[in-house]
């Protein structure tokens, strides 16, 4: 078995686990950035700029495939909606998407050859384009005046430090969770 394979033959019962760890981490990561937003002063800024929701859906395709990516992207958004009442209902449907396309993009690269770097910046980049096509139907196909085309570029300058942040911790923590598989 080669390491890019490393988790590709995970039983339904690990999957399983990885998607409810991943849903866990997706809604709960989040909801430390709100208080931390609450508690400065700054409110929803943190969880904009830093993108927590983002690192569980994206570490789940990464390490179990499309499916757990898609599902745990899909609700993640849901629960916490329900739970905490964000992502505001306004947004949930772009947080649905955005997160669905993150969490299938990387689930269709985790068996690639190539390295986690360069398959997380893909799937970012088919997340927000994803997101993109979104907010264009939301437009045009829906008159919906309540999104702006400029919307779509002050998403992606908004959260640039947690896109960052995902290209320093992403591939660290897959490498150390690929050897702690001992699959080498």
Known sequence: MTNTHAFTTQ????KAVVTFSAIIAAVMLPQIFHVAGKLSGLGTT?????????????????LSGPVVGLVTGIVSPIISNMMSGMPTTAMLPLMIIELAGYGLAAGLLSGRHMPVFLKLLIAQIVGRAVRALAILVLIYAFRNEHYALAQTWNIVMSGLCGILLQWAFIPLLMYRLKNLSGKK
């Open 11 to 14: 039983t339904v019962k690990v």
């Open 46 to 62: 943190l969880g904009v700029a830093f993108l927590p929701m983002h690192f569980g859906v994206l570490i789940a395709g990464l």
